[in-house]
């Protein structure tokens, strides 16, 4: 669970890693300092692949994928651009006046981000984002967020903690927590969930 023990991913990622996310096809993406996107097959591999390569990827400050593929990212100028698929060809897809900081996409395929003032705000899909207005939650006090696929809605809170709440199409809500673990830093910048087939819960303590 979220009061679990932190494990250490021992990759070649050298402190590059600026955000993460999980793609639709399992995969664990992420985007780095030079503002590409790369990924590995599965999140315990020990590389990252197309480190310096990926020049079709650049140049986003985060991103998300929805399920036919279609990968939503945030532009250096802190609005949204998409690409039906990895390296393939952005087409921006902002709103009048938008600014992001942070993106994820849910199950059901509507978009949230995290707005200038730390606050969620909502789309209803991932592909008809330039025909829509943003929608606030009403949500806020989080710098980065992830929904799990049971719907949970997980965010970074401004003092870098893990917060939830239980359905993220029931906004706004109370959030639960912080989440602290034993050996929690309290330094989270970014967050998503990956399937771990080797998890075993009666290893941690709660």
Same mark, same amino acid.
């Given at each position: 669970?979220?009061?679990?023990?932190?494990?250490?991913?021992?990759?070649?990622?050298?402190?590059?890693?600026?955000?993460?996310?999980?793609?639709?096809?399992?995969?664990?993406?992420?985007?780095?300092?030079?503002?590409?996107?790369?990924?590995?097959?599965?999140?315990?591999?020990?590389?990252?692949?197309?480190?310096?390569?990926?020049?079709?990827?650049?140049?986003?400050?985060?991103?998300?994928?929805?399920?036919?593929?279609?990968?939503?990212?945030?532009?250096?100028?802190?609005?949204?651009?998409?690409?039906?698929?990895?390296?393939?060809?952005?087409?921006?897809?902002?709103?009048?006046?938008?600014?992001?900081?942070? $993106? /994820?996409? =849910? *199950? &059901? %395929?509507?978009?949230?981000? #995290? !707005?200038?003032?730390?606050? +969620?705000?909502?789309?209803?899909? @991932?592909?008809?984002?330039?025909?829509?207005?943003?929608?606030?939650?009403?949500?806020?006090?989080?710098?980065? $967020? /992830?929904? =799990? *696929? &049971? %719907?949970?809605?997980?965010? #970074? !809170?401004?003092?870098?903690? +893990?917060?939830?709440?239980?359905? @993220?199409?029931?906004?706004?809500?109370?959030?639960?927590?912080?989440?602290?673990?034993?050996?929690?830093?309290?330094?989270?910048?970014?967050?998503?969930?990956?399937?771990?087939?080797?998890?075993?819960?009666?290893?941690?303590?709660?």
């Amino acid at each position: 669970g979220l009061d679990a023990p932190w494990e250490t991913i021992n990759d070649n990622s050298n402190g590059q890693i600026v955000t993460v996310f999980t793609g639709s096809n399992g995969a664990l993406y992420a985007t780095n300092k030079n503002d590409e996107i790369i990924y590995k097959n599965n999140w315990s591999d020990s590389s990252w692949i197309g480190y310096g390569s990926n020049a079709g990827t650049c140049c986003v400050l985060g991103a998300a994928m929805g399920q036919d593929g279609t990968i939503v990212g945030i532009g250096t100028n802190n609005t949204l651009f998409s690409t039906p698929t990895f390296n393939g060809t952005w087409t921006q897809t902002a709103s009048a006046g938008e600014w992001c900081s942070y $993106i /994820t996409i =849910a *199950p &059901d %395929g509507s978009v949230f981000v #995290v !707005g200038s003032d730390n606050n +969620i705000w909502k789309k209803n899909s @991932y592909q008809t984002l330039s025909s829509e207005n943003w929608q606030s939650t009403g949500q806020g006090g989080v710098i980065a $967020i /992830t929904i =799990a *696929p &049971d %719907g949970t809605l997980i965010g #970074v !809170g401004t003092n870098q903690q +893990i917060y939830t709440i239980a359905d @993220y199409t029931n906004l706004p809500g109370e959030w639960t927590g912080p989440y602290n673990s034993e050996n929690y830093s309290g330094s989270l910048t970014s967050i998503t969930t990956v399937s771990n087939p080797n998890y075993n819960s009666s290893n941690y303590n709660t």
